[in-house]
């Protein structure tokens, strides 16, 4: 599972290829971990929260679900016909490995993700500085200002929340174009490397579909932070925290049915596999738990990449669980079970109620040291960047930029309890698959082998980086772990 809220924290899980563009500030609001914490649509992100998903993981993607990345040409098919008894009868050797000519491209690979990550992000931060600065985001601010003020004059013409409904879109805008060059360029590696196979016309109107959604989401929050600020300048970020979080357990129970089919076709999967959902069923009551058939779908993911998945998402009623049709297509039934096991153990072991604890938590914290530093670099620096207080406008630049840095700052952390969750999961479905399969453990170390081709996985990823943006344990220490565990 893997989290939906983000951007700049994490690349969501492998296979990301995005950077992190300019959404990284609404990390600070709600972080991301929450999202994937649903699993909620791999890869899609909700309130500027990128779902990912698991194993495969997943995406690339700009806000929710454009983007995707996905693997190489001819992979996916390499990876269909892989030859899963040879892999699993290598012990000795490393458990997961490429052949040459696709592990030059994995590694190739992974320095764009690398450089695109961070290298987004220093971009967004270098663009906010330039826009506080330059002066333009005054200007924008009082020249919106002009437009919405009270005729006549006085000390109570000026209307605020009129104003910011033009400030905000219009920041938003500008920032959805700074960061377009680092989504041209994702898109074009992802097309290249054969991750994905989604036509230019797509992608532009996948990208827009998620802007929309963006400034809908956004002017609303934006609009709302200021209102604080201006009602209670001192506990702000408190109250923001505290009306934040019935919209983040209502973001990840209803992105399933509202957010993912505006990005994907979902089709019962019993209609296409009634022997599949038989066996899942078996799995689910294995683990003490009951999806319907009727909770079981198909997502159209081949419209885009080329990748595998199947995730579990939604809470409560809307908790479903959903097969890539690329998974359907490549991977046999065994492994299918292996990926939706480990979903499963995401469920079971109560990682979205803990996962909202903890985001809770770090979204805390974050706003509290948001708050201060963003007091203190007004205080210091106002006159200079021509901002008057805290509640004006002409700030807006500022707090992105500060939500910004302590999103990237922060990301160590989310990702570090996201491996954590990810390797319990990775455990849980294998004891469960064990019970089912005699030779569970190879089946995960050709899933791990398999996927991890198909989305071009580095065999032995930068430590350093995967400290800081990975949402999944490299999938070699995940192939090695399932062959440990299978050996007596
Ligand atoms: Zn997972």
Same mark, same amino acid.
């Given at each position: 599972m893997r989290t939906l809220l983000a951007r700049g924290q994490?690349?969501? %899980?492998? %296979?990301?290829?995005?950077? @992190? *563009?300019?959404? *990284?500030?609404?990390e600070v609001f709600a972080h991301p971990l929450v999202g994937g914490l649903a699993c909620a649509g791999a890869g899609r992100r909700t309130a500027g929260a990128r779902a990912v998903c698991d194993r495969g993981g997943v995406w690339i993607g700009d806000?929710? *679900?454009?983007g995707v990345l996905a693997h190489v040409p001819g992979a996916g098919a390499y990876a269909q016909g892989m030859d899963v008894s040879s892999l699993s009868a290598a012990a000795g050797g490393p458990a997961y490995t490429l052949p040459p000519a696709l592990l030059n491209k994995a590694r190739a690979l992974e320095h764009l993700r690398t450089a695109l990550y961070f290298g987004g992000t220093a971009w967004d931060l270098l663009f906010l500085g330039l826009l506080l600065r330059s002066g333009a985001g005054a200007r924008i601010s009082r020249w919106a200002a002009a437009r919405t003020r009270r005729r006549g004059g006085g000390p109570f013409s000026e209307r605020p929340l009129l104003q910011g409904l033009l400030v905000a879109p219009a920041f938003l805008l500008l920032l959805a174009l700074a960061g377009l060059p680092g989504e041209l360029i994702g898109h074009r590696a992802a097309l290249a490397y054969g991750l994905s196979v989604e036509h230019w016309p797509a992608w532009w109107g996948d990208l827009a579909e998620s802007e929309l959604i963006t400034l809908a989401l956004g002017t609303p929050l934006l609009l709302g932070v200021w209102a604080l600020l201006r009602a209670s300048p001192r506990l702000w970020w408190l109250w923001l925290w505290a009306l934040l979080q019935p919209f983040v357990i209502l973001g990840v129970f209803l992105a399933p049915v509202t957010l993912d089919p505006l990005f994907n076709h979902f089709t019962p999967l019993a209609a296409q596999n009634p022997a599949l959902v038989k066996r899942l069923e078996q799995v689910a009551q294995l683990g003490g738990l009951h999806i319907a058939p009727e909770r079981m779908f198909v997502e159209d993911a081949s419209r885009r990449v080329t990748g595998m998945n199947a995730y579990v998402t939604g809470l409560g009623r809307s908790k479903r669980i959903v097969v890539w049709d690329t998974t359907l297509a490549k991977v046999p039934p065994d492994e299918i079970l292996a990926i939706y096991a480990h979903e499963q153990g995401h469920y079971v072991l109560g990682h979205i109620p803990e996962g909202i604890a903890f985001s809770a938590a770090l979204t805390l914290g974050l706003l509290l040291l948001l708050a201060r530093v963003f007091r203190a670099a007004v205080r210091r620096w106002g006159e200079q960047w021509r901002i008057?207080?805290? %509640?004006?406008?002409?700030a807006l630049p500022l707090l992105l930029l500060l939500a910004t840095l302590l999103s990237f700052l922060a990301a160590p952390a989310g990702n570090a309890w996201s491996r954590m969750d990810e390797h319990a999961a990775d455990v849980y479905g294998q004891r469960l698959l064990q019970q089912l399969l005699p030779n569970a453990a190879a089946v995960e170390v050709a899933d791990f082998n398999r996927l991890g081709r198909a989305w071009l996985e580095?065999?032995?990823?930068n430590r350093f980086v995967v400290w800081w @943006?990975? @949402?999944?344990?490299?999938t070699a220490d995940r192939a090695e772990q399932a062959r440990r565990m299978g050996t007596p």
């Open positions: 994490q690349r969501g %899980g492998p %296979g990301m290829l995005q950077p @992190t *563009g300019m959404e *990284g500030w609404l806000s929710m *679900g454009k008057a207080d805290e %509640g004006d406008w002409a580095d065999p032995a990823p @943006t990975s @949402t999944h344990p490299p």
